[in-house]
């Protein structure tokens, strides 16, 4: 009897350490930020902000709140048959995304302290419920800027 006890934790020890190991299949999240960009704005009082948020891990996640010095405030919005609506948190899926674009998921910039011209980086601080925060450099590109017509094949 005390053999097969000895034996069932030995397996038991195995199986938690392989399940430790395995990396992205994790329960817990992974998060990464890219394409990250702000047109450049057309009033000296508000902009728009864009970025894809990936998460690689195994559990689901939540960015709770953006902030930036470059504004009084940031909130974060969906868009949806047209309509915007001012959103408290955004879940980023496991083994998914979440995508911030021009005519839906956006960040708006409120209150600016100054206006950020073409060819600055605004720095952006991400907040998540499980995760660490996150800070990003937002490049800021033309008003007019298209990401999907100035990305590489592959990308």
Do not use: W
């Not at 902000?49 to 559990?59: E, P, Q, S, V």
Request: hydrophobic fraction near 35%; include cysteine; charged fraction near 15%.
């Amino acid at each position: 009897m005390r053999r097969r006890a000895v034996l069932t934790a030995g397996a038991l020890a195995g199986a938690l350490a392989l399940a430790g190991c395995s990396g992205s299949g994790s329960g817990r999240p992974d998060l990464s930020v890219g394409s990250s960009y702000m047109p450049q704005p057309v009033s000296a009082d508000i902009a728009a902000g864009f970025l894809t948020i990936t998460n690689k891990g195994g559990a689901q996640d939540r960015l709770t709140s953006v902030t930036s010095s470059v504004a009084g405030q940031v909130t974060m919005h969906s868009t949806v048959g047209g309509a915007m609506e001012e959103k408290s948190s955004f879940v980023i899926p496991a083994h998914g995304q979440l995508v911030f674009k021009s005519g839906g998921n956006h960040l708006m910039f409120e209150k600016l302290k100054r206006k950020p011209e073409q060819g600055q980086k605004v720095t952006v601080k991400l907040t998540f419920a499980k995760s660490g925060p996150l800070t990003v450099e937002m490049p800021v590109r033309s008003a007019t800027y298209n990401p999907s017509a100035n990305q590489s094949t592959g990308h």
